[in-house]
């Protein structure tokens, strides 16, 4: 279901005669003319922002091989 808000706004007359002009052009009502335009607007796709790099550590190199159980025993205190 969709539902409908009416609303009034204030548009200069230069503008609301190309509303007319446009929605007679596209057979459709003006509503539905403002309301596409408005929409181009809210859904156009927003700029991707680069992300900085992340940073690196060094961890002072690997203490134990995990495949080797008694060797991860014994780091861990078993």
Known sequence: MVIHMK???NI???TMREVKREAARRQ???SEVVEMALRI???RPRKKTELP?????????LR?????RDALYDVMGG
């Open 64 to 68: 134990v091989n995990i495949a080797n």
């Open 12 to 14: 200069s007359d230069v």
């Open 41 to 43: 607007i809210i859904e």
């Open 53 to 61: 790099a992340l940073p690196e550590f060094s961890s002072g190199g």
């Open 7 to 9: 609303t009034t706004l």
């Open 28 to 30: 459709q009502t003006m």
